[in-house]
Every structure is written in structure tokens, then in C-alpha cells.
């Protein structure tokens, strides 16, 4: 079929679809054309095989009813009719067949009741063994899902904390901002009094000498030499205590040499009366 002859039968097949309703607007090329013929096809193919179940339904029906009016006849003849037959039977015999719609029998034989109950229990076990397995699938879930949410109560506490200790941080970076900019601009302002002044001293032409630097330098190397020159005049007063004849002073000395010996006779002796 050439494509004028599927678009066509595509837009026949969209007005039977709509039917009163107004075909929406779509884009027409070949691709979709088609596409669209593909769909048509199977649409019709289904709507044949469709078309053959209800036939069959409506045959099946029509030998129902004639089986049905003919055993009704029987039943009349016999006296079995349902205008024969009490309420209390004739109630029984409707939940029969209501039972047998339900059921999906066969017949009415008591083997095909027998068969249908049969199934209906191994059906009723496979819903309870499902039902088993459902309820440990759900459990198992509930159990994931009291995991997850004492992992979502952790990880929102911990998020909180976190944003909380990002707040206080950013409040000390926002002050230790200001705090920089404040000292960046008091940098620069002593750096430029820096300048004036040292323009200014270098105008003075001030000794370097008496720089405050200068001071310190020396006073440090001063204090080095008083630490060095103490030794010495303590040695210097040592020497100075002597007579200033040689004479006198190996006298003197031997003066000291003959108390020093007293005084260790006199040592020993105490630590022997004391060792006694």
C-alpha cells in the first residue's frame, strides 16, 4: 500500500478512535505515517480476534439457554420444576449455581465441585504462603526503614550542628575580617607616619648615635663588659686587701697559714670527741 493510501486509512482509523471528538493536531511525515499504519493493522487484527471471541460468547449463550430451557422442561415434566419445588429448595439450589458461577465448574457433578473446592484451597494455601512471605518482606522493611530513619535523625543532628558551627565560624571570620581591615588600615596609617617622621629626622640631620637602636646596642655591650670587669674587681680587692711591702705580706701570709692549721687541729679534735 502506497503512503497516500495509509494516510488515509490512518486518518479513518483516528476519526473511529475520537469518534465525535476532534483528531489532534500532529506532525505528518512518512515516519509517523507508518508508525500509525503499524498500529491500525494490529488494531484491526485484535479487533478481529475480538470479534470472534464474542461470536463464540454469544454461541455459548444461545446453547446455555437452549440446554437450559430444554432441562427446565424435563424438570417440569417430572415434576422437578421450580415452581414445583419448596423455597427452602429452591434456595439451596440457586446457591448452587451461584456457587458453580463461582467456581468456574464445568458442570454440576459433584466431582467438578469436589475438583473446583480442591483448587480453591491450594489457591487459599498459595495466598497464606504468600502472605507469609509479604509479612517478613514487610518486616524486613519496616526494620530498614527504623534504620533509616535513626540514620536520618543522626545525619539531620549532625547537619544541624554542622551549619551551627558554620554560622559561629562565619560570624569569627566576618569579625576577624573586620578586625584585619581595621589593622591593615592602622598599618598603613602608622607606616605613613613612619615616613613623615623619618623625612623629618633625616631634615634634623640628628646624630644616629643618639637613635634609640643605637642606645640599646650600646647598652647591651655595656652590661657585657660589666659582667666581664665584676670578676676583676673582685680579684682587684682581694690583691688590694695585702700590705703593699713584700716583706709584710710573706708575713702576713704565714700568719694565715699558721691560723689556718690551728683551725683544722682544732676541726680534727672536735670530730674526735664527737666520734668518742
Known sequence: MDLSSQRLLVGKWLEEIFDQDEVPEFELNTQIIQQLYQMVLISRKNDKKTQLVIDDLNLKINEYNAEAHRLSEVLC??????IHLSKSCANNVMMLAKLGNLLNVKDSSDTCFYLA??????????????????????????????????KYSSLKKALEDVQEKAEKEHQTNEERKN??????????KYEKEINKLQRQLSKTLVDESVFHEKLVEKSEVLK???????P???????YQSLPPDLTETKIRIEQLRKELATLEKDLLESLDVHCL
Open 224 to 230: 657585657s663588659l660589666q659582667a666581664k670587669l665584676s
Open 77 to 82: 415434566r417430572l415434576g422437578l420444576g421450580q
Open 232 to 238: 676583676l674587681q673582685a680579684e682587684l680587692q682581694s
Open 179 to 188: 578586625n584585619t581591615t581595621f589593622l591593615l588600615g592602622k598599618s598603613e
Open 117 to 150: 473446592l480442591q483448587h480453591l484451597d491450594n489457591e487459599l494455601e498459595k495466598v497464606i504462603q504468600q502472605r507469609k512471605i509479604e509479612a517478613k518482606h514487610v518486616e524486613q522493611l519496616s526494620a530498614k526503614s527504623y534504620r533509616a530513619v535513626l
